[in-house]
């Protein structure tokens, strides 16, 4: 049975379960456009609070135009300064071998990925990788993904999904990829928490750890992107676990949420 102690904490301030590399974690989600930016922003400022030196790598960006302002520079906009290192870029919005394919570009390999945030961490107390899209979306090819990083790199990943109906099968799919490859889950960070939840969204705060098996870390509220950075870095702690470096607790959030 799982323990129910928390996890050890590394310097980063992040939960750690044996065996996994402490420092790195990969923040992947249920799908695209459901907040991974501006979940990463969060622990990332949480961490530079705490005087943490933090690294941003994202493999593939995509649906960027070369001199548009990216996914990294958007975490350093809200969190403050961080290492960005961003492998590849491609101005078409689709997966990235695809968008590579079609740019006559070069493609991103999960050992390029790891690679890169294997020498992040000699600097960094924190390196936060990034994914496109959800844990399957291909990097290339033959078929690489963010999954293959994270098993290369022995990480953790921290998974961000929507509030709402159907998110419980999409966590539950990658939950069960994750667990067949040995790939360890943080927890679940609900991605954007409607400022009305529905019904579903209210019981899928009780239901997400159960679909997960790893507990539920967060929930950021709608809009937070749109805040002034001062405020964004004042109210992260508001909506992320002490496992993050937080202090929101999901009993007592669930039970307000009714």
């Not at 998110?167 to 943080?186: D, K």
Request: glycine share 14%; aromatic share 2%; net charge negative.
């Amino acid at each position: 049975m799982r323990s129910s102690r928390p996890p050890p904490r590394d310097e980063a301030g992040m939960g750690r379960e044996n065996g996994m590399t402490p420092g790195v974690v990969i923040v992947s989600g249920t799908g695209t456009e459901i907040g991974k930016t501006v979940v990463t922003a969060a622990v990332a400022a949480l961490a530079r609070a705490r005087g943490v030196g933090v690294a941003v790598v994202k493999p593939a960006q995509t649906g960027v135009g070369p001199d548009e302002p990216g996914d990294v520079g958007e975490v350093a906009r809200l969190a403050g300064p961080v290492h960005g290192v961003e492998l590849a870029r491609y101005p078409e919005p689709l997966a990235p071998a695809t968008a590579a394919r079609r740019a006559g570009a070069p493609a991103v390999r999960p050992r390029d990925a790891a690679d890169a945030v294997a020498k992040a961490a000699v600097e960094h107390g924190l390196v936060l990788v990034e994914g496109a899209g959800g844990l399957l979306v291909r990097f290339d090819d033959d078929g690489g993904t963010l999954a293959d990083t994270a098993a290369l790199l022995d990480a953790p990943v921290l998974l961000v999904a929507p509030a709402g109906l159907g998110t419980l099968n999409g966590v539950a799919l990658t939950a069960e990829v994750l667990r067949a490859r040995g790939v360890g889950l943080l927890g679940v960070v609900v991605g954007s928490w409607p400022g009305c939840p529905d019904l579903a969204a209210r019981c899928n705060l009780t239901d997400l750890p159960a679909v997960a098996g790893a507990p539920l870390l967060g929930a950021v509220p709608e809009g937070a992107g749109g805040l002034s950075p001062a405020v964004f870095r004042r109210r992260a702690a508001d909506w992320l676990a002490p496992e993050l470096g937080g202090r929101w607790d999901a009993a007592a959030f669930t039970a307000a949420a009714g």
